[in-house]
C-alpha cells in the first residue's frame, strides 16, 4: 500500500526544499509528517510515538540549520523517522527497518544528513562536542553542532561526562533536552525530579517571561541586553528554584523551557542561538505520541506497537487456534517472582527496561526488590555488586547489546571479587528489524573469557527457569550469565517444576553416528529440523545441546569426539572467540584430530531483518545447518582427510 504524502511534504525531497516554505507553512508540513508517519508505521510497522513527539523540533531544526554542513546528532534514533522522512528518504519509508531496506535508525552510511549513527543512548552530546571541536581545530567556525538527547538518555554517565567536558571546551554546541519524561517506559530518578521542578515551576516561567519582555523593550537603551539578561536571568533561576541551575553550574547557557510543539517560536529560538557562541541547552518540553491521542495516553505500549489500525487504534495480533509458546522474556519475568517468593534474597535490577525485559512483573508484586536505575548500565551492574555484599542474589537483567557498556564493571565489580551476581541477557543473538546496534552477538566470547564466571545459554523455557534456579543456589555463589533470545520460545507448556541443573553439563538430544551438532541455546531447536530432514534423506546425525559455553562439559565432549568422525558446532553468537571456538580448543588440547565446521555470525556487520532472514543469511538456519552436516558426512563417507580446524 501507498502512504501519499501531503501537498507541502510531497515536495520537499531535501531541507533545501523546506527552506522555500514561509514560516507560517511550518504548521501545515509539521501536520503532515506527522501523519505521514501515523499512516506509514500503522501499515509497516516500527517505533511510533518518539518520532511524533519530535515532528515540530525536527522541521524547526531542518528549517533553520544548514544540514548536513552543520551537524545534527540523535540521541538512540527511535525519533529520527521525521528526520529520514525530510532528508530525501521518503520514498523508501516502507523499507524501514525491512530485510535490505532502510535502517531505523540514523546510519552514516546511510545519508550524510546521518552525522552520527545511534542506536545506544547518550552518546549524542560526546559525539557532537568531538564534532564541535574538530571543526574548531580546523576553524570551520561557522558549522553549528546540535545534540537532541531525551530526558531519559541524560541519566547516563555519558551524557553527564559529555557535558562536563563541554563546558569547559567552550565550542560551538547546543544540546536539545527533549523533556517528554518518558524513554520507553516513564523515566525515575532525581534527573526526572528536577526536570519537572523547572518545567512546573510557574512563578519561575512567569517571571522569565515577564523578563524578557522587559528586557526587549530597554534594548533600544543599551548596548548589550543580552549579558542584563545572564545576570539576571541566573539569579532568578537561583532564588525561585530554590537551587542553582545544574546546566549552568557545568557552564552552559540554559535556555527554557519552551513548548517542542509551538514550530514557528521554535524556529525563532534556533535563530537566535545559532549567534550565540559556547555550549547552550535548549529544554523543549513535548509529548511523546503527540498527535495520536492512544499514543500519547499509554506510551510505552506505542513506543513500539507493531502493525494497527490508525482509526480504531486496534493494534493486530496474531490469533491461534493451539496455545502458544511465550517469550523468552516473559519466562524470565514469571519465574524470578516465583524464585524470590521462595527466596528472599533475590532481587531484581534492569536499567530503564523493566517492561522490554518483563522485570515490570516483580515490580509490581514487589516494588521493594526490584529495581530501575534509569539508562545506566554501568551503575546496575556496580549496584548489584552491591546488593551481592550484603548478601543478596540480584539478577541484573540487561540486553547483550547493552551489556557491552558495562563490561569493565562486569569484570572488576562482579569477577574480581567473585560475587554473586546472575547476568540475564536479554534479546542475545540476533535482534531482528533493530539491527546491528541491538544484535547481542558477542556476549558468549566475551564472557566466556572472564574468570570466575559461568556461561550458559537455555534451548528452551524449562532450561531457562531451570538454569534462573541452579544460579540461585548457594554452591554457585559467583558471576552466572544466562543468555536468550528476543522472541518466543517452543514450549506452550513451559512451566514446569523448577531443577538443579549440575553446572557444566549438557544433554543428548539424540545418538546417532558418524557425524554429530552440538549447539548452545535456543538455535539447537533449528538443529532438531536439521536433523529430522537428514534422517528421512537416511542419514543419522547425533545432536547434542551443551547448555554450558563455560565450563565445558568435558566428558561430554571426550565421548563425543571418540565417537563421530566429524563435528558441527552452531550459535547465534559471533564465531570469534564463541562456543565453536571453545569446543576447537577442547579438542586441540587433548589431541584429537577431527575436523570441526562452526556455525554462527560471521566476522562482518550483520544489517537488520527478521531473525530467520538472518539466520539464513549467515547460514545456521535449518537448511544451512542441514548443508553443514550433509557436506561433512559426504567427507566423512568418503574419508577426505581434513585437519581439525575451520573449513
Known amino acids: 500500500m501507498i502512504v501519499e504524502p501531503g501537498a507541502l511534504l510531497a515536495e520537499i525531497n531535501s531541507p533545501d526544499d523546506l527552506k522555500k516554505l514561509s514560516p507560517d507553512q511550518l504548521v501545515q508540513v509539521s501536520q503532515e509528517l506527522r501523519q505521514f508517519i501515523i499512516d506509514s508505521v500503522s501499515i509497516y510497522g516500527g517505533h511510533f510515538g518518539a518520532s511524533l513527539g519530535v515532528v515540530e523540533l525536527t522541521v524547526a531544526l531542518h528549517y533553520v540549520f544548514n544540514t548536513p554542513h552543520d551537524q545534527l546528532v540523535w540521541d538512540v534514533g527511535h525519533q529520527a523517522y521525521g528526520h529520514k522522512i525530510l532528508t530525501g528518504r521518503r520514498d523508501r519509508f516502507p523499507t524501514n527497518r525491512r530485510y535490505k531496506g532502510m535502517s531505523g535508525f540514523p546510519k552514516r552510511s546511510e545519508s550524510a544528513y546521518d552525522a552520527f549513527g545511534v542506536g545506544h543512548s547518550?552518546?549524542?552530546?560526546?559525539?557532537?562536542?568531538?564534532?564541535?571541536?574538530?571543526?574548531?581545530?580546523?576553524?570551520?567556525?561557522?558549522?553549528?553542532?546540535?545534540?537532541?538527547?531525551?530526558?531519559?538518555?541524560?541519566?547516563?554517565?555519558?551524557?553527564?561526562?559529555?557535558?562536563?567536558?563541554?563546558?569547559?571546551?567552550?565550542?560551538?554546541?547546543?544540546?536539545?533536552?527533549?523533556?517528554?519524561?518518558?524513554?520507553?517506559?516513564?523515566?525515575?530518578?532525581?534527573?526526572?525530579?528536577?526536570?519537572?521542578?523547572?518545567?512546573?515551576?510557574?512563578?519561575?516561567?512567569?517571571?522569565?517571561?515577564?523578563?524578557?519582555?522587559?528586557?526587549?523593550?530597554?534594548?533600544?537603551?543599551?548596548?548589550?541586553?543580552?549579558?542584563?539578561?545572564?545576570k539576571v536571568e541566573s539569579a532568578m533561576k537561583a532564588t525561585l528554584l530554590k537551587q542553582s541551575n545544574l546546566f549552568e553550574a557545568l557552564n552552559f547557557r540554559y535556555f527554557g523551557p519552551v513548548d517542542g510543539h509551538d514550530v514557528q517560536h521554535l524556529a525563532t529560538i534556533l535563530q537566535d542561538l545559532k549567534s550565540i557562541p559556547g555550549p547552550k541547552l535548549l529544554h523543549c518540553v513535548t509529548v511523546k505520541g503527540k498527535g495520536y491521542a492512544l499514543a500519547e495516553k499509554d506510551q510505552t505500549l506505542w513506543h513500539a506497537?507493531?502493525?494497527?489500525?490508525?482509526?480504531?487504534?486496534?493494534?493486530?495480533?496474531?490469533?491461534?487456534?493451539?496455545?502458544?509458546?511465550?517469550?523468552?522474556?516473559?519466562?524470565?519475568?514469571?519465574?524470578?517472582?516465583?524464585?524470590?517468593?521462595?527466596?528472599?534474597?533475590?532481587?531484581?535490577?534492569?536499567?530503564?527496561?523493566?517492561?522490554?525485559?518483563?522485570?515490570?512483573?516483580?515490580?509490581?508484586?514487589?516494588?521493594?526488590?526490584?529495581?530501575?536505575?534509569?539508562?545506566?548500565?554501568?551503575?546496575?551492574?556496580?549496584?548489584?555488586?552491591?546488593?551481592?555484599?550484603?548478601?543478596?542474589?540480584?539478577?541484573?537483567?540487561?540486553?547483550?547489546s547493552f551489556m557491552q557498556r558495562a563490561y569493565d564493571q562486569v569484570l572488576h565489580d562482579v569477577a574480581l571479587q567473585n560475587l554473586h551476581v546472575v547476568f540475564c541477557l536479554d534479546r542475545a543473538g540476533f535482534a531482528g528489524a533493530d539491527g546491528p546496534t541491538h544484535h547481542?552477538?558477542?556476549?558468549?566470547?566475551?564472557?566466556?573469557?572472564?574468570?570466575?564466571?559461568?556461561?550458559?545459554?537455555?534451548?528452551?523455557?524449562?532450561?531457562?527457569?531451570?538454569?534462573?534456579?541452579?544460579?540461585?543456589?548457594?554452591?554457585?555463589?559467583?558471576?552466572?550469565?544466562?543468555?536468550?533470545?528476543?522472541?518466543?520460545?517452543?514450549?506452550?507448556?513451559?512451566?514446569?517444576?523448577?531443577k538443579k541443573l549440575a553446572i557444566g553439563t549438557g544433554r543428548v538430544v539424540r545418538e546417532g553416528e558418524g557425524?554429530?551438532?552440538?549447539?548452545?541455546?535456543?538455535?539447537g531447536n533449528y538443529a532438531v529440523k536439521a536433523t529430522d530432514k537428514l534422517l528421512a534423506e537416511g542419514l543419522n546425525p547425533g545432536h547434542y545441546d551443551m547448555r554450558f559455553c563455560k565450563p565445558l562439559d568435558e566428558e561430554l565432549l571426550h565421548r563425543i569426539a571418540r565417537q563421530y568422525k566429524a563435528i558441527v558446532t552452531v550459535e547465534d553468537g559471533c564465531l570469534q572467540g564463541g562456543f565453536g571456538a571453545a569446543v576447537l580448543e577442547f579438542l586441540a588440547d587433548h589431541g584429537y584430530a577431527l575436523p570441526v565446521r562452526r556455525l554462527g555470525i560471521p566476522d562482518r556487520i550483520v544489517e537488520h531483518g527478521t531473525q530467520d532472514e538472518l539466520y539464513k543469511e549467515c547460514g545456521f538456519d535449518a537448511d544451512g545447518i542441514a548443508t553443514a552436516l550433509r557436506e561433512m558426512a559426504g567427507k566423512v563417507a568418503a574419508q577426505v582427510p581434513v585437519e581439525s580446524v575451520l573449513l
Not at 567556525?141 to 561526562?161: S, W
Not at 557425524?515 to 538455535?523: D, T
Request: one cysteine or more; a negative charge.
Open 122 to 230: 547518550s552518546t549524542s552530546i560526546g559525539a557532537a562536542l568531538g564534532m564541535a571541536v574538530a571543526s574548531d581545530y580546523k576553524k570551520e567556525f561557522d558549522r553549528q553542532h546540535i545534540a537532541v538527547i531525551g530526558d531519559g538518555a541524560m541519566t547516563a554517565g555519558m551524557a553527564f561526562e559529555a557535558l562536563n567536558h563541554a563546558g569547559v571546551e567552550k565550542s560551538n554546541l547546543l544540546v536539545i533536552l527533549n523533556d517528554n519524561c518518558m524513554s520507553i517506559d516513564p523515566n525515575v530518578g532525581a534527573l526526572k525530579e528536577y526536570l519537572t521542578d523547572i518545567t512546573t515551576s510557574r512563578t519561575y516561567n512567569k517571571v522569565r517571561d515577564e523578563l524578557w519582555n522587559v528586557l526587549g523593550k530597554l534594548s533600544k537603551f543599551g548596548p548589550n541586553p543580552q549579558q542584563i539578561a545572564r
Open 305 to 400: 506497537p507493531g502493525l494497527f489500525d490508525k482509526v480504531t487504534g486496534e493494534i493486530h495480533k496474531k490469533t491461534y487456534e493451539k496455545p502458544q509458546p511465550p517469550k523468552y522474556q516473559d519466562v524470565f519475568g514469571e519465574t524470578i517472582v516465583e524464585l524470590a517468593e521462595q527466596n528472599s534474597t533475590i532481587m531484581g535490577v534492569t536499567p530503564a527496561m523493566p517492561s522490554g525485559c518483563s522485570l515490570n512483573l516483580m515490580m509490581k508484586q514487589m516494588p521493594d526488590r526490584a529495581f530501575d536505575v534509569g539508562i545506566a548500565e554501568q551503575h546496575a551492574v556496580t549496584f548489584s555488586a552491591g546488593l551481592a555484599t550484603q548478601g543478596l542474589v540480584p539478577f541484573c537483567n540487561i540486553y547483550s
Open 440 to 498: 547481542g552477538c558477542y556476549d558468549l566470547a566475551y564472557m566466556r573469557c572472564i574468570p570466575n564466571m559461568v556461561v550458559s545459554a537455555p534451548m528452551n523455557e524449562e532450561e531457562l527457569r531451570n538454569l534462573m534456579y541452579t544460579a540461585t543456589l548457594p554452591e554457585n555463589a559467583g558471576p552466572f550469565s544466562i543468555r536468550y533470545p528476543r522472541g518466543e520460545g517452543v514450549m506452550p507448556e513451559w512451566r514446569k517444576p523448577l
Open 515 to 523: 557425524v554429530a551438532v552440538l549447539s548452545i541455546g535456543h538455535i
